[in-house]
């Protein structure tokens, strides 16, 4: 089983680079493979509670993220940086995530055998 390492740095909507990660995530775990997903930069906005996309006339797939633990994705990470630049905390996200430093996701990513950017 190789070890994959999502990393989200794009805001959830404007692009298609964080649903799409989204899809390649539940599709590697439905393989059993190893996975785990990073949020910075406006990534972390992926997972921020509240989100209502009907102004912008694009589906919310943000309740998709509560569902990765029924495919046994439970390494969620959240750059500390990225959340504090924002104004953001722990507590503002819909999932539960271990909130890492820039210095300590660097040594995570390191020890991963693939890892991918979105």
């Known amino acids: 089983m190789k070890k ?5 740095r794009k ?8 649903l ?5 995530v539940l599709i590697a775990a439905t393989f059993d493979q190893d996975c785990s997903l990073v949020f910075l ?6 997972l921020a509670k509240g989100q209502n996309t009907k102004g912008i006339g694009l589906k919310n797939f943000s309740p998709t993220f509560r569902a990765l633990d029924d495919y ?9 940086e990225s959340l504090e ?10 999932v539960p995530v271990a909130v890492l430093s820039a210095a ?3 040594e ?11």
Not at 20 to 24: G, I, M
Not at 85 to 94: F, K, P
């Open 4 to 8: 994959f390492m999502f990393v989200n």
């Open 11 to 18: 805001a959830p909507y404007g692009t298609v680079y964080a």
């Open 20 to 24: 799409e990660s989204l899809e390649v």
């Open 104 to 106: 300590e996701l660097g």
């Open 41 to 46: 930069d406006d990534g972390v906005y992926q």
């Open 108 to 118: 995570l990513m390191a020890s991963q055998d693939v890892v991918l950017s979105f």
């Open 85 to 94: 630049a924002r104004g953001l905390d722990e507590d503002d996200l819909m």
């Open 72 to 80: 046994d994705i439970d390494k969620l990470y959240v750059e500390r």
